[in-house]
């Protein structure tokens, strides 16, 4: 794999279409998509069920090839790889953030964020594993809780684990898949306040999101429709979690003393 320069966008795509055979039935799921994302970009891909938006996701977390047209990710072509070129690529260039967590239950915070670097090619010792691990989750503010199952933990705690884990590789690429749909309005804030940390150090970040007020914390939003690309914009009006999560506490805060 050749190593890109630092001019090269994250994402390049060139016209993809995703076509899917059900029977008799053709399902264009993607049509004819094109799209750059930058390094350091914080972006949003919102749509309605069927918009094609979670299939554009698949492609983008090489899960799931196109059945047209080109994809790039930091400068390499995705299709000429191979299962074994494509699972190194994935475990090394992406971290993924889930609507379920999927954090394995008989294991520790720790554990469950040590995971993704037992794919890791070459192998990386345990010390180190176990090093990189405690980093990535007092980067998340819980490095007091790397003894806990997930059962011990609140559902908003449970993401920061995810998304520790998303971290631990080192990452190009962040994509998340609606990381907010399971919590609840301070919590979403919390995780969203993370994000925008995250990318402010640097980290490139895509989130699907059918939520206008989740995706307004994004600094650009893209839109989907009928598998196509309809809006591309920069979010002049970008909410700050930070800002928000303060007045949520002075509110609370007040409503308490009354």
Known sequence: MSTSTGNTPVIQLRDLA????????????????????????????????????????????????????????????VAALGRKQLAILRNKKLG????????????????????????????IPLRTRR????????????????????????????????????????????LADEPTGNLDTRTSIEIMGLFQELNDSGITIVMVTHELDIAAYCKRIVVMRDGQIIGDQRNENRRHAREERATLDQAEQKARLA
Do not use: W
Request: proline share 4%.
């Open 18 to 77: 995703k076509t899917y055979q059900t029977g008799e039935v053709e399902v264009k799921a993607v049509r004819g998509v094109t799209l750059e994302i930058q390094r350091g970009e914080f972006v949003a891909v919102m749509g309605a069920s069927g918009s094609g938006k979670s299939t554009l996701m698949n492609i983008l977390g090489c899960l799931d090839q196109p059945t047209s047209g080109n994809y790039l990710l930091d400068g390499v072509g």
């Open 96 to 123: 993924f953030v889930f609507q379920s967590f999927n954090l394995l239950a008989r294991t520790t915070a720790l554990e469950n964020v040590e995971l993704p670097m037992f794919y890791s090619h070459p192998l």
């Open 131 to 174: 090093e990189r691990a405690l980093q990535a989750l007092e980067k998340v503010g819980l490095g007091d809780r790397v003894g806990h199952h997930p059962s011990q933990l609140s559902g908003g705690q449970q993401q920061r684990i995810a998304v520790a884990r998303a971290l631990v590789n080192q990452p190009e690429l962040v």
